[in-house]
């Protein structure tokens, strides 16, 4: 999670320097005057505003940038649960979304719910229960079943997170 973290913070550069050279021309636009021999205020300091604007602008856009992959992070500090229970799948009910297929669970020893999840996709879940060892988080998913990834957790992440996407199927 820190590589794709990283990898969009190396996205957020941009605005970050972008912003720097908007503050420095609004610092430079206020502080020529007073470096004049004659204090005279020249016409162009009307223009610091829009400066000002595109640092507030810029600050914005890297707060965008890293807004997911900030709350993202902060979720994976959460606990990770090892549950020696049961997985149940199930068919969507009246409150799933249209493109739901039905909902992933995670049940204890005594059949209560751990955690539950919606799934995406095309074919309806069946509705199924069997005991399973599962690694679990309440904002990833089942990571595991019985020991097998279930593809929720990279098993390895590229560099700061350049090529995680697949090409394949991509329209030329």
């Known amino acids: 999670m820190l590589a794709g973290f990283f990898g969009r913070l190396s996205i957020a550069i941009e605005p970050v320097l972008c912003g720097i050279v908007f503050a420095g021309i609004t610092g430079g636009v206020f502080l020529a005057p007073r470096l004049s021999p004659e204090h005279v205020m020249p016409d162009i300091i009307i223009v610091?505003?829009?400066?000002a604007l595109g640092v507030l602008g810029c600050a914005a856009w890297a707060?965008?940038?890293?807004?997911?992959?900030v709350r993202a992070?902060?979720?994976?500090?959460?606990?990770i649960y090892i549950v020696d229970g049961y997985i149940r799948y199930r068919g969507p009910d009246s409150a799933s979304t249209a493109?739901?297929?039905g909902y992933i669970a995670v049940l204890t020893e005594d059949r209560t719910i751990a955690?539950?999840?919606?799934?995406?996709?095309d074919v309806k879940l069946p509705n199924r229960?069997?005991?399973?060892?599962?690694e679990f988080s309440e904002?990833?998913?089942?990571?595991?079943v019985d020991g097998?990834?279930?593809?929720?957790?990279?098993?390895?992440?590229?560099?700061?997170?350049v090529g995680i996407s697949s090409r394949k199927g991509e329209i030329t």
Request: glycine letters at 12%; proline letters at 15%.
């Open 99 to 101: 493109d739901s297929n």
């Open 129 to 134: 229960t069997h005991p399973a060892l599962c």
């Open 48 to 51: 610091a505003p829009v400066f």
């Open 115 to 121: 955690c539950e999840w919606p799934t995406l996709g």
């Open 148 to 161: 097998r990834p279930t593809g929720v957790v990279p098993a390895r992440m590229p560099a700061l997170g």
């Open 139 to 144: 904002y990833g998913g089942v990571h595991s």
């Open 73 to 79: 992070l902060f979720h994976t500090v959460r606990p």
């Open 63 to 69: 707060l965008g940038v890293m807004l997911a992959p």
